[in-house]
């Protein structure tokens, strides 16, 4: 009977880093929302930086969980719930990561493209974003190219960032630039993209400014070619 509690009676404060690390990637694992979410907060006050935090506990745990969705250990149902636990620890790292006390140094729209519902990546970027500086307006999940369009047009941005997981729904973002370009309305903003499947080489294939491998590339690659813009 102790045994099968074993579990529950898992003390986490008295775990050393390592142990609570690795203990946080099984309870993301299995989808235990409260224990991530008590497991970083215990991280933080152990002086763990938040980028730490999410980088070594919380991305390295939704790594682990993707290699076994990917060999059919692990079906949608139990995926979802490790994100609701991903999410549960980010929403503690949030203000960490989006601290900050300068004046919005530029604006950016991102969204996930059209038949894709993957947004921990894409929230992350826009947390990380704002952490930086950035007035984010995070459109979601599945957003067709009006949606890209309406939100270019009401919030006037300097960049547009897009994200997708999947190969079926990465090629969208042609469609949303070629769009752009149609319209004549290209080269208004820098364009980023970025997702788990895509690459350098594709990200100019679609005519993208820059691709970006994570969310702290892209926070730089903004800086980067906003202050290019800037300067031209
Ligand atoms: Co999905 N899924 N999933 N999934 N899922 C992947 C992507 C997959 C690689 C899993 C696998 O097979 N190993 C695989 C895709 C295979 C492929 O296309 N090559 C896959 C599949 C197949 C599917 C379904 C089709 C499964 C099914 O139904 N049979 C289905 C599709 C649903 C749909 O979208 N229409 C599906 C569903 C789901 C869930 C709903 C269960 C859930 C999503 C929950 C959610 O997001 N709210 C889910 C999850 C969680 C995953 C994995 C396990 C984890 C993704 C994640 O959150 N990673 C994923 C496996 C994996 O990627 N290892 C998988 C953590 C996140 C921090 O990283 O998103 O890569 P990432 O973001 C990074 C960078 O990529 C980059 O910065 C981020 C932070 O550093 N980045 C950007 C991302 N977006 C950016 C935008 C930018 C810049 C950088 O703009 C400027």
Redesign the pocket.
């Known amino acids: 009977m102790a045994d099968e509690n074993y579990e529950d009676d898992i003390d986490l404060s008295a775990l050393p880093d390592d142990e609570l690390v690795e203990q946080m990637h099984d309870d993301l694992y299995d989808g235990l929302r409260e224990e991530v979410v008590e497991g970083t907060q215990i991280l933080l006050d152990r002086g763990w930086t938040a980028t730490k935090v999410l980088d070594e506990a919380?991305?390295e745990g939704?790594?682990i969980?993707?290699?076994d969705?990917?060999d059919g250990i692990l079906f949608?149902p139990e995926?979802?719930m490790?994100?609701n636990a991903?999410?549960g620890g980010m929403e503690i790292l949030r203000p960490l990561l989006a601290e900050t006390g300068a004046q919005p140094i530029g604006k950016m729209v991102?969204g996930?493209v059209k038949?894709?519902?993957?947004?921990?990546?894409?929230n992350?970027?826009a947390m990380m974003m704002e952490g930086a500086g950035f007035e984010v307006i995070n459109l979601g999940?599945?957003n067709p190219v009006e949606n890209f369009l309406e939100a270019i047009e009401e919030h006037k941005p300097d960049?547009l960032?897009?994200?997708?997981?999947?190969?079926?729904?990465m090629p969208y973002m042609k469609v949303v630039i070629d769009t752009l370009v149609e319209k004549g309305m290209r080269d208004d903003f820098i364009v980023?993209?970025?997702?788990?499947?895509?690459n350098e080489e594709f990200g100019k294939a679609v005519g993208a400014d820059a691709y970006?491998?994570?969310?702290?590339?892209?926070v730089e690659t903004a800086q980067t070619l906003i202050a290019e813009r800037r300067a031209a």
Do not use: E, Q, W, Y
């Open positions: 919380l991305v939704m790594r969980v993707g290699i969705f990917r949608v995926v979802l490790s994100a991903m999410k991102i996930t038949g894709d519902i993957h947004d921990i990546g894409k992350l970027v999940i599945d960049i960032g897009m994200s997708a997981l999947l190969t079926t729904t980023l993209v970025g997702g788990a499947p895509l970006c491998r994570d969310a702290a590339v892209a």
